[in-house]
């Protein structure tokens, strides 16, 4: 019974004003679902202009629709009243249903990524804005990854330094360490986490090497690799960089292993 009423619905005749604000708005709908699908979960999403010339393709056909509204209306001025009209009425149906997307998009999803191109190209300037220190001439990404969970999100940072008392003796003089022994996720007698740091946790030495995420409307499994050197007892060097309602960012110096870990975290 669905189907035969969807058909119906789909080729039912129409004129030709009709037809072309009916598809002005279910085909910009579909095109964005179509084009949102593909830079998610394809190899789309790793190219970032091609998916911003995707995404940019997306209006080019909302407006096309409204072009092709002057044949159907007619050619002269009174024709620009009616599709001033469908213009209005396109958009408050796309800006409806984006509003509903947005939010499931913040709050309903789930992703994590690792050393991307598009992380990985980020990493020194995104170190250096959230601990106020310069990334290491000497520095070697071992890490980059990025988690979401809902409307929270994390990112880390772990590489490391063949000089790393020199690039410690910059970071005492801005912020002071404790010497805790880190057991990740513990540090001491504490688990690290939102009481503990304010940080939400990337999904390391957890004895797996995928995770299940939601990034947008069906579950996929990610592939996670635990940093060398990193899990186990370790002696550490820990500093609360910021701690804020919505941010929590922290910064682990590992001495032994050269290495040094930040986690910058958004809360909602």
Request: charged content about 20%; proline content about 4%.
């Amino acid at each position: 019974m669905l189907m035969q009423s969807t058909k119906a619905f789909i080729f039912k005749e129409r004129r030709q004003a009709s037809l072309i604000w009916l598809w002005g708005v279910l085909g910009t709908l579909m095109f964005f679902l179509l084009v949102d699908f593909l830079t998610t979960f394809t190899l789309l999403s790793e190219i970032s202009y091609l998916s911003d010339l995707l995404f940019c393709l997306i209006p080019i056909y909302y407006f096309f629709t409204l072009f092709l509204s002057y044949p159907a209306y007619g050619s002269d001025l009174g024709a620009s009243i009616p599709i001033f009209f469908q213009f209005i009425g396109q958009m408050a149906v796309l800006l409806i249903f984006l509003s509903f997307w947005g939010v499931y998009s913040i709050f309903m999803t789930t992703d994590y990524q690792e050393n991307t191109f598009n992380l990985i190209q980020g990493v020194p300037s995104f170190f250096t804005e959230e601990s106020k220190l310069d990334y290491p001439n000497d520095a070697e990404l071992i890490h980059i990854s990025r988690r979401k969970w809902g409307a929270n999100g994390s990112t880390n940072i772990i590489f490391r330094v063949s000089d790393i008392n020199s690039f410690g003796r910059k970071a005492f003089e801005k912020y002071k360490f404790t010497n805790p022994v880190m057991d990740f996720p513990s540090l001491g007698r504490n688990r690290l986490g939102e009481r503990n740091g304010n940080v939400l946790l990337p999904p390391f030495c957890m004895g797996t090497k995928f995770v299940d995420v939601k990034p947008r409307y069906f579950k996929i499994t990610r592939e996670v690799t635990d940093p060398e050197d990193f899990c186990g007892e370790r002696d550490a060097l820990f500093t609360q960089i910021k701690r804020e309602t919505e941010i929590g960012i922290i910064m682990v110096i590992l001495p032994k292993e050269k290495l040094v870990w930040l986690n910058s975290t958004g809360w909602f």
